[in-house]
């Protein structure tokens, strides 16, 4: 986590007149794909959802997430904007993601068909680094969080 991260997080706990939890696990982000709309989305609390490759976890060796963790979102300028909060984690074949998590990632016409057709897009570029191919199959790690700050 950058300084600004740092500050951002210190700063909500100092707003709140609590401390923040001594083992809260935090972690600084942007969304992948047009970061400064899904920020958006999450903003006007349209979006309650993300996922992301299991295989990327594994590729890039980094740890799943986990209920209870607060991820500070940054826009595409590595400003951060908003605090969230996992709720839930499921690790999910892509071709079984509800109709229900679709809607609440809060994109597009918010549809299953809508959901698919640009996260296959997605992984599918996401994955060819790798050498590897998108199958329908494919693990997701799908999150869904609540927005516990927003920056003013």
């Given amino acids: 986590m950058d300084h600004n991260s740092k500050l951002f997080w210190e700063g909500y706990w100092k707003e709140t007149s609590e401390s923040a939890p001594v083992d809260a696990s935090v972690t600084a982000w942007a969304f992948g794909a047009n970061p400064d709309h899904l920020l958006d989305l999450v903003l006007q609390r349209k979006k309650t959802a993300t996922c992301s ?3 990327l976890y594994e590729k890039e060796q980094e740890p799943l997430p986990k209920v209870g ?12 904007k908003a ?10 074949p892509m071709n079984q993601v509800s109709e229900s998590f679709a809607r609440a990632e809060g994109e597009g016409d918010l549809t299953y068909d809508y959901w698919y057709r640009v996260h296959k897009e997605f992984f599918t570029e996401a994955l060819k680094p790798y050498g590897l191919a998108f199958k329908n199959d494919m693990l997701l790690v799908c999150e869904r969080f609540k927005l516990i700050h927003a920056a003013l």
Avoid at 69 to 80: E, F, R, T
Avoid at 83 to 92: K, N
């Fill in 83 to 92: 605090i969230i909060q996992i709720t839930h984690v499921d690790i999910i």
């Fill in 69 to 80: 963790q607060y991820s500070i979102i940054l826009d595409s300028h590595d400003v951060p």
């Fill in 53 to 55: 490759g299991h295989i």
